[in-house]
């Protein structure tokens, strides 16, 4: 049977827009398997209590449910093997240090460049939830949270020069193939091409031309989501 992954989704559920959600709809795909995609938001707590927490990703294979992107893809490495996501534990743990950089440096300065176009995305009963939350968690409001919005978009491409480096001796983050460092990566972009209009990146920029290449991975899986043209 194919497995299930919960997945967040705006007001259309083909909109999914999670980059945590789209690290593992890459790493499924990675490695060949088949899965049914649950769409899933932010007020439907209890469609996913059983996973004994409150947020997606979930993946549900068979008896075993597994719950957070980086623990699910260290379950699908050690599960299914082939092809690998990693590389071997020392590239595992280089990928837990670009995990951290992501969330900590990339996550905070995508999300004030589509922060209102992300609200504008959300199904209407996760509006109040969502706009209570992160204005908690900010300390103003989403509209003064997001009023640099050039700001944050010229801090993203400054932050993104290590990677420019990399992509310029290589096609991908892994090296020869992608892997779930690019695939962490990824999720950032595709968070923002399915959820704003907003331009990231100039075409020129390697780092474009490296989230060209991951759009048309796997059949075009990510591209066929619907968003932005980018």
């Known amino acids: 049977m194919p497995l299930k992954l919960y997945d967040l989704a705006g007001h259309e559920e083909s909109r999914r827009f999670s980059p945590n959600c789209w690290r593992i709809r890459m790493a499924l ?3 060949e398997l088949g899965v049914e995609t649950v769409p899933w938001r932010f ?16 993946l549900v294979d068979g008896d075993r449910v597994v719950s957070d992107s980086w623990n699910i893809a260290c379950y699908l490495e050690d599960q299914y093997p082939e092809p690998p996501l990693f ?64 700001h944050a978009i010229a801090a993203l491409r400054q932050e993104l020069d290590p990677v420019r480096r990399a992509l310029r001796a290589q096609d991908w983050l892994c090296g020869p193939g992608p892997g779930f460092a690019d695939y962490m990566l990824f999720g950032a972009f595709q968070w923002a091409r399915c959820t ?9 920029d390697v780092v474009y031309a490296w989230r060209e290449r991951m759009l048309a991975l ?13």
């Open 218 to 230: 796997f059949d075009g899986l990510a591209a066929e989501c619907p968003g932005y043209p980018v």
């Open 43 to 58: 007020t439907e707590k209890s469609a996913i209590s059983f996973s004994g927490q409150e947020r997606v990703p979930v």
């Open 29 to 31: 795909a990675h490695k």
């Open 87 to 150: 590389g071997g534990p020392q590239a595992r743990a280089e990928a837990l240090f670009i995990k951290h950089w992501i969330e900590e440096t990339i996550h905070p300065l995508v999300l004030r460049v589509i922060l209102m176009d992300l609200y504008r995305q959300l199904h209407p009963k996760d509006r109040a939830y969502f706009r209570h939350t992160r204005e908690t968690r900010f300390g103003t409001s989403l509209e003064i949270h997001a009023s640099q919005k050039a």
């Open 196 to 204: 704003s209009p907003e331009k990231l990146l100039k075409p020129e």
